[in-house]
């Protein structure tokens, strides 16, 4: 009598991709303990009238004193796969785990070809909410969770701002010895929806202007440091 054939056992799973450990650090608490900046009535009509203003003009001072604002440099990065939708990303240096990352309402290679053509402008507007208008301790201008869109003067959607995920962190690792720069990263296999999409990059320093609890200004700064900003980005709440 002939013995039972054992049932061979499946092959063992592929080893997982090792990935690249985090050294990310969290940012310093110094950028964000600031006094609050206070805003003369007689400018509120201005910040009104945003998204669109031109990034090199000034606003007027006042007899006596100019409007007092905050500016702080900031590492920015505007990423996203080329058959996908950009985002933005903040750090206070590339080192660093980033502050803000916004997904926002324009296709990736739809930025490139507006960048190609000459200045960009962003804006991303939010509505004052009741519970911030009576409340003199509001929820800060960056952590607005949601934005209307406005490229260039046309609105081009919502966007809305979101956690880093675990590929965000990884990017902005691989980046991390990036100052300035812009490129394409190799497809990943293991990312759905985008396994033959490279994933595009474009890397530079940021001037961080606060003009006020309402109205932020991000201006990317040329290596030369001498020519109009290509990319300006306002946060407005109106």
């Known amino acids: 009598m002939e013995e039972p054939q054992s049932t ?5 799973p592929p080893p997982t991709p090792p990935t690249t450990p985090l050294s990310l650090v969290k940012p310093s608490s110094k950028n964000n303990k600031k006094r609050p900046v206070k805003i003369f009535r007689a400018f509120r009509n201005v910040f009104r009238s945003f998204p669109i203003i031109t990034p090199v003009c000034k606003l007027p001072s006042l007899p006596g004193g100019r409007l007092p604002e ?8 505007l990423f ?8 933005l990303s903040i750090q206070e240096n590339p080192g660093t785990l980033p502050t803000l990352v916004i997904d926002l309402a324009m296709q990736t290679n ?3 070809k507006e960048m ?3 200045m960009v402008r ?9 519970d911030n208008i009576n409340n003199k301790e509001k929820m800060k201008l960056l952590d607005e969770p949601c934005w209307t869109m406005f490229v260039n003067g046309k609105k081009s959607g919502y966007c809305a701002k979101r956690d880093a995920t675990e590929e965000d962190l990884h990017l902005m690792e691989v980046l991390k010895a990036v100052s300035m720069g812009a490129g394409v990263l190799p497809p990943k296999p293991d990312v759905e929806g985008h396994v033959d999409d490279e994933m595009a990059y474009m890397r530079a320093h940021f001037e961080r202007v606060v003009g006020s609890k309402d109205s932020e ?10 020519s109009e900003p290509e990319l300006s980005i306002f946060f407005v709440r109106i």
């Open 80 to 87: 996203g796969y080329r058959k996908g939708r950009v985002s």
């Open 122 to 130: 962003i804006a991303l507007e939010c509505e004052k909410r009741p």
């Open 217 to 226: 200004t991000l201006y990317m700064l040329s290596p030369d440091g001498k």
């Open 8 to 12: 061979p056992s499946p092959p063992p």
């Open 70 to 77: 905050t500016k702080v440099g900031v590492s920015g990065t």
């Open 116 to 118: 190609s053509l000459g």
């Open 110 to 112: 739809t930025l490139q």
